[in-house]
C-alpha cells in the first residue's frame, strides 16, 4: 500500500511538472508570436520581450530536469509495485494452498471423529457405567487421557516408574480389578508388557 501511495503521488507530482513545463512553453510561444509578429517597434521593449523568452527557456530546461527526475522516481516507484504486487499473489497463493490443506485436514478428522464417536458408543456399551463414569471424570480431569497403558512398571499417562509396593499391590489384584495410578490417579491398563 505505502508503495502504490508512492507510485500515485510521484505520478500527480509528474502530471504538475509537466504543466508547470507546458504553461512555459506556452508562454514562450505567446512571447515568440509576439516578437516575431512586428507589432513591437521599441528596441527597450523587444531587449525586454527577448530576455524574458531567454528566461523562459532557461526556466522550460530547469522545469523538463524536475520533470525527468520525478519520471525517474515514478519509474522506480512502478518497479516496486510490480514487485512487491507479485510478492503478495506469491504470498496470496500459498495462503490459499495451506488453507485449502487446513480444510482438507479439518474434513478428514471431522470424519475420523464420527468413526471414532461411533466405535466409543459401541464400546461403552460393553462397560460398567460406573467405570465409565469413572473414565469420563479422569478423562476431563486429566486432560483427555482417563486411561493409560502401564507399560514395564512405568504409567504412561504421568511418566512416573510406580514403586515396588504399587506394582505388588496391582500383581495381587484380580484381572477384573479397577486399577489407578498412585502418581496421576488414571486408571491403568494391564497388558503383558506392564513388567509385572
Known amino acids: 500500500m ?4 508512492e507510485e500515485s503521488d510521484t505520478a ?15 508562454r514562450a510561444a ?5 516578437l ?3 507589432a513591437i517597434t521599441s528596441p527597450k521593449d523587444l531587449e525586454n520581450l527577448q530576455r524574458e523568452i531567454a528566461s523562459l527557456a532557461k526556466r522550460q530546461g530547469d522545469l523538463e530536469d524536475v520533470v525527468l527526475e520525478v519520471m ?8 516496486r509495485v510490480a514487485e512487491l504486487t507479485e510478492r ?24 475420523e471423529a464420527a468413526t471414532v464417536t461411533k466405535e466409543r458408543e459401541v464400546v461403552a456399551g460393553a462397560v460398567p457405567a460406573d467405570l465409565l463414569k469413572l473414565y469420563d471424570k479422569l478423562r476431563e480431569q486429566q486432560g483427555g487421557i482417563g486411561a ?26 484380580a484381572p477384573d480389578t ?6 496421576c490417579r488414571r486408571i491403568l491398563v494391564r497388558t503383558s508388557e506392564s513388567g509385572l
Open 2 to 5: 505505502a508503495a502504490q501511495t
Open 12 to 26: 500527480r507530482e509528474q502530471t504538475k511538472a509537466e504543466q508547470d513545463v507546458d504553461q512555459v512553453r506556452q
Open 30 to 34: 505567446r512571447d515568440q508570436q509576439r
Open 36 to 38: 516575431d509578429s512586428g
Open 72 to 79: 525517474e522516481r515514478r519509474e522506480s516507484a512502478q518497479e
Open 88 to 111: 503478495v499473489g506469491s504470498v496470496q497463493s500459498k495462503i490459499d494452498d495451506a488453507s485449502g490443506r487446513r480444510d482438507a485436514a479439518y474434513e478428514s478428522l471431522d470424519a
Open 148 to 173: 493409560a497403558k502401564l507399560y514395564q512398571r512405568t504409567c504412561q499417562g504421568c511418566r512416573q516408574e510406580l514403586s515396588i509396593t504399587d506394582i505388588n499391590d496391582i500383581r495381587a489384584a
Open 178 to 183: 479397577v486399577v489407578r495410578c498412585e502418581n
